[in-house]
């Protein structure tokens, strides 16, 4: 409600949630990577894991909780040495070893004649991942 409430004009779409929580985790795991390497532009191998690194909590370490509201905390505190673990707007970001989150839903289309209509079925993205591995052995 709160995103939604940023915006102007249209409501936004579903998938907006989506592509926002998509766009904070990559400016975390971009940071922590410089800051890994003691600043710059770090490499894609490095953004990769770190991907995966800002969605967990680390028990014992300097583990920060953050937020759409908080991002910019975030960063700050990976600059400090700590590392965070980003709660998106559509709930915990946490990836596997795959570099998949771990609970996601997401979203259909249907045709309709010339129109492209949203479908509000929700589908449970681990196994929509398990669905399209059994069709690709085939």
């Known amino acids: 409600a709160d995103f939604e409430a940023k915006w102007q004009g249209e409501k936004p779409l579903k998938e907006a949630y989506y592509y926002h929580d998509a766009i904070n985790v990559l400016a975390l795991a971009i940071e922590a990577a410089s800051q890994e ?6 490499t894609n191998e490095r953004i990769r894991y770190h991907i995966k690194q800002t969605s967990r909590a680390v028990k014992g370490e300097d583990s920060k909780a953050v937020t759409d509201e908080s991002i910019l905390e975030g960063i700050e505190h990976l600059r400090q040495g700590g590392r965070v673990d980003y709660i998106g707007l559509t709930g915990d970001m946490d990836y596997n070893e795959e570099g998949f989150v771990q609970q996601g839903i997401i979203g259909f289309w249907k045709i309709d004649g010339k129109q492209f209509i949203y479908s509000d079925e929700s589908y449970d993205y681990g196994r929509y991942l398990v669905d399209v591995a059994q ?3 085939l």
Not at 37 to 42: A, D, E, I, K, L
Request: with cysteine.
């Open 37 to 42: 390497q003691g600043g710059g532009v770090p």
């Open 135 to 137: 069709q690709c052995e």
